[in-house]
């Protein structure tokens, strides 16, 4: 994993032409609303927020900065990786959003807090949601169920009952949970990019799967980062 983060940075550096040298800030990620803000100050830039093989410091699942030469990134292997821009402000935002981050708003915690500590005005911000478990692989159960039905007046919205199966069983659609999130924060629907790509069934050229998946790969998956930041 450390090589694989040492070999991104290199071609991420080389590409943008950065003599400095990237970056990269991540998180322990514990299925909550905590974001996290990244300073200069916190010394990001000297490597204080990562240990020596590049693991996470810092515990929660979002973070937001407008340090240049800082990226900021969230692995997923099934939940939703929602990144967040503003090009106005040079400030990003990376949200690692499983079912619980989500029934937690922490995406659009992240967006709060990018307006307040930068100033960003939601008509100036982009998102994406990036490739996690779709609606179409996605079973959860009642308690699931129940959680996102009590929290938003849509809850029921996100979900479909399975047809013809011996067992009836609900699926749960992240994307549009996600989505709807930002609507709410006020990011503009034109701004809002859904890649719709599931990690559970989506397969390559050859038949592997894409992208790595806890529930696809029956529980023994790596990590897809996603990946946003302030040029140097």
Known sequence: MAENRRNFLRYVDGDLGDKRGSVLVGVRQIHSDVVHIVREADGALDGKLQTADGRAVLEGDGLITNVPGVLVGVGTADCVPVLVVDREKMAVGAFHAGWRGTVAQIVQRGVAMMMTEYGSRVEDL??????SIGACCYSVGREVHREFRERFAYGEE????????????LYLDLWEANRRQLLEAGVGEDRITVVGECSACKVDAVGELKYFSHRGEKGVAGRMLSVVGVVG
């Open 158 to 169: 996100l979900f479909r009952v399975g047809v013809g199966e011996e067992e009836e069983k």
């Open 126 to 131: 982009e998102a994406a949601v990036g490739p």
